[in-house]
T-cell receptor, first 115, second 115 residues
Framework: EAQVTQNPRYLITVTGKKLTVTCSQNMNHEYMSWYRQDPGLGLRQIYYSMNVEVTDKGDVPEGYKVSRKEKRNFPLILESPSPNQTSLYFC??????????????FGSGTQLSVL | DQQVKQNSPSLSVQEGRISILNCDYTNSMFDYFLWYKKYPAEGPTFLISISSIKDKNEDGRFTVFLNKSAKHLSLHIVPSQPGDSAVYFCAASAPRGSTLGRLYFGRGTQLTVWP
């Protein structure tokens, strides 16, 4: 089954404790992206990747890191999480580089709480 | 600054009637628009899209209208069904330059269809 898999689904952590949210897709998509969803703010793009070893900032990249060492994986790293990073996170991928003509496939989300 | 705006956070419609969800954008470079639907505890899923060379695109009960001069698009659902109850996100992208790879989302509209 074609899918985008995020782990974990729920995560509670404390301020400053490094964490990684994993994202993997099995559709051989070139484009991958991370979004966060906050009440009243909709979906905001954190980082995106057009291909392996190519990443770029979205709207809200501060406090996050990403890497794209292989095509299927695009982990989101919070090196020193803070409470304002409490949010619902979505990973997404699409079939072509631009994501303009092709629909995004989203994972089921990771609910992160930073205490 | 929000480049894609969904000014109605919620909409309530009776089953069988038409639902009209609105979206405005400010960036005249946007040339491709998409609608995503999101159920609770799931990731958004692609619903319908429209290119700026068109003013209408139809897919079953869903029709998207684009008014470029007004920088406005709308999603019509006819007839509305209770299963359509979800959050609907409008999204837009631009064709070139540093924004390639960026998808800008609105804040979403919660549609509730009641029997």
């Amino acid at each position: 089954e074609a899918q985008v898999t995020q782990n974990p689904r729920y995560l509670i952590t404390v301020t400053g404790k490094k964490l990684t949210v994993t994202c993997s897709q099995n559709m051989n998509h070139e484009y991958m992206s991370w979004y966060r969803q906050d009440p009243g703010l909709g979906l905001r793009q954190i980082y995106y990747s057009m291909n392996v070893e190519v990443t770029d900032k979205g709207d809200v990249p501060e406090g996050y890191k990403v890497s794209r060492k292989e095509k299927r994986n695009f982990p989101l790293i919070l090196e020193s999480p803070s409470p304002n990073q409490t949010s619902l996170y979505f990973c997404a991928s699409s079939v072509n580089k631009g994501a303009r003509r092709e629909k995004l496939f989203f994972g089921s989300g990771t609910q992160l709480s930073v205490l | 600054d929000q480049q894609v705006k969904q000014n109605s956070p919620s909409l309530s419609v009776q089953e069988g009637r038409i639902s009209i969800l609105n979206c405005d954008y400010t960036n005249s470079m946007f040339d491709y628009f998409l609608w995503y639907k999101k159920y609770p505890a799931e990731g958004p899923t692609f619903l319908i899209s429209i290119s700026s060379i068109k003013d209408k695109n139809e897919d079953g009960r869903f029709t998207v209208f684009l008014n470029k001069s007004a920088k406005h698009l709308s999603l019509h659902i006819v007839p509305s069904q209770p299963g359509d109850s979800a959050v609907y996100f409008c999204a837009a992208s631009a064709p070139r330059g540093s924004t390639l790879g960026r998808l800008y989302f609105g804040r979403g509209t919660q549609l509730t269809v009641w029997p």
